[in-house]
């Protein structure tokens, strides 16, 4: 099980609201989240409600500063929602496809990749379908840039997908490198 504690002040201070499962809207107990504390488990977290928007992935341990959070790659500076990632034992197991609805050149994928130009001379991943494992997609190589959580579930159209990530054009919604979501939540 995880949790995770968000405190509407920088380094743990003010009113906080404890969290175990995925929270589509935090507005009810707290105005902002200016920190965090992780203290088991792994969660997404949401820029906008109802897991829109930008996202970044947080693993055990303390945020004390959502605005320092920003070097490590977070491109928001306030979370409005989570999702609890469950703990994954088995296999995993990825398509990524070229094109959209799963057309083009196909990939099958059973562990990270942190450069689908350089592993498959792939330029371009559209599609996916997730059938074993949880996963992060990245939109730039080496594990850069936005992310994306992906749980297994079929993904026809990253264009469609980005009008809720905020900042992403819906032209630009692209992948190029995918990491499991494995050990790194223990």
């Known amino acids: 099980m995880g949790k995770i504690i968000f405190y509407e002040e920088r380094n743990f201070q003010g009113r906080n609201y404890e969290c175990m499962s995925d929270c589509p809207d935090m507005s009810p107990y707290m105005s902002r989240c200016q920190s965090c504390r992780v203290e088991s488990g792994c969660f997404m977290v949401y820029e906008r409600n ?29 979370i409005r929602s989570c999702r609890m990632i469950p703990q994954h034992r088995g296999s995993f197991k990825m398509r990524i496809y070229e094109r959209e609805n799963f057309g083009g050149q196909m990939h099958e994928m059973m562990d990270d990749c942190d450069s689908i130009q350089d592993r498959f001379r792939m330029s371009d991943c559209q599609s996916c379908n997730v059938m074993d494992g949880h996963w992060l997609m990245y939109e730039q190589p080496h ?5 994306m959580y992906m749980r297994p579930g079929e993904y026809r159209n990253f264009r469609e997908m980005g009008m809720g990530m905020g900042g992403m054009s819906q032209g630009s919604m692209r992948f190029m490198s995918m990491k499991r979501i494995n050990d790194m939540c223990n």
């Open 50 to 78: 109802n897991f829109m928007g930008q996202q970044f992935f947080m693993r055990r341990g303390e945020y004390p500063d959502m605005m320092r959070m920003m070097s490590m790659g977070m491109m928001f500076d306030n």
């Open 143 to 147: 594990y850069r840039g936005r992310m």
